[in-house]
């Protein structure tokens, strides 16, 4: 089946660090995206990893590993805005497949 | 360059009634794609269409249909409505190879 797994929720604190773990299982195989969206709003692109690697887009970064099923977002210098939930989704064939997101607060 | 425009914004409907939500892709993208989102299932794909044919549908019942023009604009049809398909639906366009860009959604209300 396709299933797609993200904590929950989780915490930080304004200037830190924080790792959004993704596990995936899907058919079709075709990429993995990530996508930020905050509350009452649409969903907005952050990156999209279809190798193996790390990409790096300024305070975001995103790591796939195909052969574990496995992809993180790496939030540095956190502000009070990246509160939001985050989304990784797969890309199976055509579609998209979601999981529940991940809640991210940022106190100062 | 606008953006993916939903319309209307939000609708209230009566179980039973049909209802059609409409969507306009970035213009020179020919992939449409539909997702229902609820706090408890999340965004779940409803189905995709590229140059007029629907590629690719996810697990709803058959209520749930959709076409694409001519111009690239979708519309979505939910006929039977149930309470349980109260929700907010996304649209989004792409080139079919990359990301997607989402509009800003159709609240749906059934009561």
């Known amino acids: 089946g396709q299933n797609i797994d993200q904590p929950t929720e989780m915490t930080a604190t304004e200037g830190a660090i924080v790792q959004i773990n993704c596990t995936y299982q899907?058919?079709?195989?075709?990429?993995l995206f990530w996508y930020q969206q905050h509350a009452g709003e649409a969903p907005t692109f952050l990156s999209y990893?279809?190798?193996?690697g790390l990409e790096e887009k300024g305070r975001f970064s995103s790591f796939l590993s195909r052969s574990k099923g496995y992809s993180y977002l790496l939030l540095k210098e956190l502000q009070m805005k990246d509160s939001a939930s985050y989304l990784c989704p797969a890309k199976a064939g055509t579609a998209l497949i979601f999981g529940k997101g991940t809640t991210l607060s940022v106190s100062s | 360059k606008a953006g993916v425009t939903q319309t209307p914004r939000y609708l209230i409907k009566t179980r039973g009634q049909q209802v059609t939500l409409s969507c306009s892709p970035i213009s020179g993208h020919r992939s449409v794609s539909w997702y229902q989102q609820t706090p408890g299932q999340g965004l779940q794909f409803l189905f995709e269409?590229?140059?007029?044919?629907?590629?690719n549908k996810g697990n709803f019942p058959g209520r749930f249909s959709g076409r694409q023009f001519s111009n690239s604009r979708s519309e979505m049809n939910v006929s039977t409505l149930e309470l349980g398909d109260s929700a907010l639906y996304l649209c989004?366009?792409?080139?079919?190879?990359?990301?997607?860009?989402f509009g800003q959604g159709t609240r749906l209300t059934v009561v």
């Open positions: 989004a366009s792409g080139t079919g190879n990359t990301e997607a860009f």
């Open positions: 269409y590229f140059s007029e044919t629907q590629r």
């Open positions: 990893n279809v190798l193996d």
């Open positions: 899907t058919s079709g195989f075709n990429g």
